[in-house]
């Protein structure tokens, strides 16, 4: 299975990209970058290697609005999604424009049956392993049907990275049924009728780092700033502890000690262990990063990319989406 | 000027209340221990140490209704508030249930004139300094309006702690005007038109900890997502760098340099630095305190009540809320 990279997607690209493919073709993942042959080739010659491209002239920037992909159909976006939706590539991955890369798929691929809104999942680090929580930012506003299919989505994931066992919470102001906003509180029973003991019930903001559940569902509104909290907080948090280690000499020293420990936890917080979201909802294995990665993000998304889709993401996703409706 | 501290609320109640009181009336509160006369003269007995105790034979255990505080006249903390509202004292902390908390002060104090929904206000540690963040639970649904007041309420809580050039953020899910759900998305231009050049416009879950502006304006329900989230992240986190430096002779040994840098970044992030919530929007100083609050948190609510009173916050509150209506 081949995996489209949008080369041209990212504040660094088509440098980090490239770097990133490289990475992951020497681990085994087949890449295709999708961008402007020149550039592409230039950049592989820099670092004397090799890799199949497919021509793409135009690249919608950072900075322009996502619907251009409507009338933009040979931007690097549109083309990689269209090489999806005619099955030459088994999923797309872009660290490009979030809202265009969101747009061409919704676009170009249709929905899944059953959904009505495609979702983003993040992932975070817990204390018991990870953290799945969908929608990281689609979807603002949503209506207590969507939360429940991004239930569906949600568990159809964790089945494909292997938690078969994955529970769902939704999360909320309060453990107890009937705590929350008015969306938690119809939310709630339409979780608890689609998936009985797999719905765990309400689940707290502190739940997320705890892993109290595989699962977490919440509106796109309230995920986006759980993620961007999350992430705002690390930094701060492991910056205010490099200036602590730099604060006297004999805390310079011992730090000298811990580097290695340190470094670990910093890994394991680090977003590019993640590379990117996948988008899910939509009729194509679709993964989103962020902008500002770096070479490793890339690599982990395309690795991420064909975990997933070898492990029957797509099925999986139809699958419970359709038992929904039984 | 009195404060009451409801000696009869929190987990470990009167033992950790007694011992936070003692502690900041060491630092100069004049403190009234407000519950049980005999039960509190033991536990000072204990201490041997004296307060001034007014009796309250009830009080309000955490697993009772917060409604209970209507019939329930001589439970401590509609004993605490009582005395508040007779301007006996000049402030109450409790650190026992908080809905009852906010139902005795609602119930007996009223709202200050211009406010429709009191709200709590939580500080996180920042880059900057502080951030202050309302509202952080007490209205899971919000209307614009609501936040227009939140952000007057909190704009004078920033000038009664010293910080009159204090600017207010809206918090979304993107920087530009345009970017939010529907709550956000009407309540910018209203945040515009109160208070002029002190809104920021839009900010982020990042923003918080790197302290972009020093007071934040959400609804109850994302508020308090990102408040219990916080705390989760940086108890893992923490708990990882502890773990890391115990995994090897080597980190253990550096462990032994760098512990004092850590603890003040463990400090720094320790929600007992802030003791207690001030409950605005009420006719009277009112903080809730975590049930699980020690007596450092205990000192500290205490501490930082008796500041902000001196520091003028309710007339601050009342005048903020009157220049919404000019």
Redesign the interface.
């Known amino acids: 299975m081949r995996i489209a990279l949008d080369a041209m997607g990212g504040d660094r690209a088509p440098q980090v990209p490239v770097q990133g493919a490289l990475l992951a073709a020497h681990e085994g993942v087949e890449v295709l970058l999708v961008g402007e042959e020149a550039r592409l080739r230039e950049e592989l010659a820099r670092h004397r290697a090799s890799l199949p491209i497919h021509h793409a002239p135009d690249w919608i920037r950072m900075a322009e609005h996502a619907t251009e992909v409507r009338r933009r159909r040979e931007s690097s976006i549109m083309v990689a999604i269209d090489l999806l939706k005619r099955g030459e590539v088994g999923a797309v991955v872009s660290m490009g424009h979030t809202g265009a890369t969101m747009a061409a798929a919704l676009f170009a691929l249709g929905r899944v049956k059953g959904v009505e809104r495609p979702a983003l999942l993040v992932e975070f680090p ?2 018991r392993g990870r953290t799945l929580l969908l929608d990281g ?1 689609a979807n ?2 949503c209506r207590p049907g969507f939360l429940v299919q991004f239930a569906a989505m949600g568990l159809a994931y964790a089945e494909a990275l292997g938690l078969p066992e994955a529970k769902v919470g939704l ?3 309060g453990e107890e049924e009937g705590k ?3 969306l ?1 509180l119809e939310t709630y029973p339409l979780l608890r009728a689609a998936f009985g003991g797999r719905f765990y019930g309400n689940v ?7 892993g109290t559940v595989e699962v977490v569902v ?5 995920g ?18 490099k200036e ?2 730099a ?2 000499p ?2 310079r ?6 580097r ?3 470094r ?2 910093k890994e ?2 680090d977003p590019a262990q993640y590379g990117a979201m996948p988008l899910l909802g939509v009729e194509g294995a679709v993964f989103v990063g962020h902008g500002a990665a770096d070479a490793l993000a890339v690599k982990n998304a395309l690795l991420r990319a064909k975990r997933l889709v070898e492990g029957g993401l797509m099925d999986r996703v139809r699958q419970s989406l359709a038992a929904l409706h039984v």
Chains 1, 2 share one sequence.
Request: no cysteine.
């Open positions: 817990s204390q930012g603002a506003d999360l909320s102001i929350g906003n008015a938690v707290e903001g502190r739940d997320v780092f705890l919440t509106d796109g509104f309230t986006n700033v759980v993620l961007k909290l999350a992430e705002g907080e690390a930094k701060v948090l492991l910056g205010w502890i602590a280690l604060s006297s004999l805390a020293l011992g730090a000298l000690l811990v290695g420990a340190l670990r936890v394991r917080v």
